[in-house]
């Protein structure tokens, strides 16, 4: 159900609004049990105290904050300094604590402290050099952000199996038919 394409589940998190320029963007945290499902599709818990309504709210606020710093970054745009201190205030609770337990590695993890590990992430890349990384992806109905860490700095796509194979058999289809 969710993609992570991108190196880095902070910027995963900004995908779960999908084609946001589009007239009808994909929501795809549309309620409190796809948040949960995200916190567990991407690794970073195996069991989730349900989210409520609330959680939900603070996620896709959180989501926003993101992006709106990344899109500022990526379009040499003001910060937004609502955004910065959003982050930073979900950034400051408890995050998610791996435990060993005789069957391996386990994560239980409330939404609150799924959502702080991945503000964590993000104030690391935003924080840090890796923000030089950050590019939008190139197919025009994507919005998706990522990290290029590609030989030359030359990815144009979040993920080659799904916008990059489009683009190319798009860019294929128009030179057969010119």
């Known amino acids: 159900m969710h993609a992570f394409p991108c190196g880095t589940l902070a910027l995963d998190f900004v995908g779960t609004l999908r084609a ?19 916190f567990r599709e991407s690794g970073l818990a195996d069991e989730v105290t349900p989210a409520t309504a609330a959680d939900l709210d603070r996620a896709v606020g959180l989501r926003e904050a993101i ?23 979900v950034a400051a609770t408890p995050p998610v604590i791996p435990q060993l337990r005789p069957s391996g590695r386990h994560v239980a993890a409330t939404a609150p402290q799924a959502l702080s590990s991945v503000a964590r992430q993000a104030v690391d ?20 952000v990522y990290l290029d860490h590609s030989r030359g700095f030359r990815r144009e796509w ?9 683009m190319k058999a798009a860019a294929y289809r128009s030179r057969k038919r010119g």
């Open 125 to 144: 890349v935003l924080g840090s050099r890796e923000a030089d990384l950050l590019k939008e992806c190139g197919r025009p109905e994507c919005t998706q």
């Open 20 to 38: 946001r320029r589009n007239a009808l963007p994909r929501e795809m945290l549309g309620a409190p049990s796809n948040l949960d499902a995200w």
């Open 67 to 89: 992006y709106g710093l990344v899109a500022a970054r990526l379009f040499g745009e003001p910060v937004d300094q609502a955004a910065v201190a959003l982050l930073n205030e």
């Open 158 to 166: 979040c993920a080659m199996r799904t916008c990059g194979s489009r």
